[in-house]
């Protein structure tokens, strides 16, 4: 046994990667964040194996389904090897920890299960199994307490009879019999895959994100008189005689969907990218009064209920669709508050603090600042109360600026901000 020498191999393994600096390696779907599963399983076991490269995408396949001990017997070009290393796109542990052997022999001689991997018949008189029913085994085994290893031949030829002889069982591919030489990565990957799928009872590592929570009667209501209105203006609902048929199949259209907030705040944004000739929300746009109005009161009826798992995306989805959408006096605050020496680089615009949107926030200063629009509705004015009680109990300052005031005299507003500037400033 070679085990003896690990410690040399990991130093020449170490001196071989800082020789290979300048390749980087980045695996789709690899998340550094994240913690391995540490299970006890099986022992892979490497038959002189060939190439380094198929050792190293062995020990891949091996990493993807949380196999950690890995033996290899007599391996043709010798050991450490940087091609194995090289094709191992980060599973360098399972490297570094591999243990060599000279004989198949003393690679198995203290398991008590061992199965061995061959796509062709050996005429041996031992139960041959598919690698679901010797991944229920192995599990078993293996939770028991015993030990357990899965043979793997060489890349040219496979096992020889004699390996096969030492199994207690023989595990087989439900491949093509045209074709049904598998790389050796393959290999392990077929096996480690149905072992990890029973030891981890087939759990998927994500799910579908949680939804936002669903749209309310008077968010459906109010984007549903905004489609209409739209579609008024250009005829559609015609003829007369069949209006009301036609929008009683529009409502059902939306209806069935079961609808989120978020989805009604979408499709009402689609709905005036059209009516207004915009090409989409991405390019920017500017709504007058009416819309602005119009579209707060569907905003504003997110702010009424409670705040729910998963909720801070659909905070960030309000936040981008007023950031594309701003109104005239948005517009021309924000180019004050980016140009005027005063102010610029201490305010952002349209961003989430909390759950809350305030239209300009300065978290320098703790100060927001809220435009206030005519003729706004009781919905719009209750969720701007809360949204300002919730920032002042945050120790936030909140300064409110009618629309016509910004429009009509800036120059006021602005220094009226300095004023507050400089009171946050001076505490």
Sequence with gaps: ?????????????????????KVKWRMSGTDKTKTGLDLAGPIVILVEPQLGENIGM????????????????????GWPNIAAQRSAAGADQILEQAELFDTVEQAVADLTLLFATTARAHDQAKPVVAPEQAAAELVAHVGGGGGAGILFGRERYGLQNEEVALANRIITFPVNPGFASLNLAQAVLLIGYEWFKLSTGGALPFAMPERSEPASQHQMQAFFDNLVRELDKVEFLRPREKRETMLVNLRNIF??????????????????????????????????????????????EHGQGPAVPGDSSTVRGLARLLRRNPTDAERILWQALTRDR?????????????????????????????????NESDTIVADRAGRKAWLEARDYRVIEMRVADVEGDLAAELDRLEKMVGWAKAR
């Excluded at 046994?1 to 600096?21: C, F, G, P, T, Y």
């Design 342 to 374: 005063r102010f610029a680089g201490q305010f952002k615009r349209q961003t989430p603090v909390g759950r809350h949107i305030p239209d300009f926030v300065s978290f320098v200063h703790r100060l927001a600042i809220e435009l206030v629009n005519p």
């Design 255 to 300: 209806t069935r969907m079961d609808p989120t907030k978020q989805d009604m705040h979408t499709l009402h944004g689609v709905v005036m990218a059209i009516a207004e000739g915009r090409k989409g929300p991405a390019k920017g746009g500017v709504l007058d009064g009416e819309q602005a109005t119009r579209l707060r009161a569907l905003l504003a």
């Design 58 to 77: 062995a020990a891949r396949a091996m990493g993807n389904f949380a196999l950690s001990r890995l033996r290899i017997v007599n391996p043709r070009d």
């Design 1 to 21: 046994m070679r085990a003896s020498r690990a410690d040399s191999n990991v130093q020449k393994l170490n001196q071989l990667r800082k020789s290979n600096q």
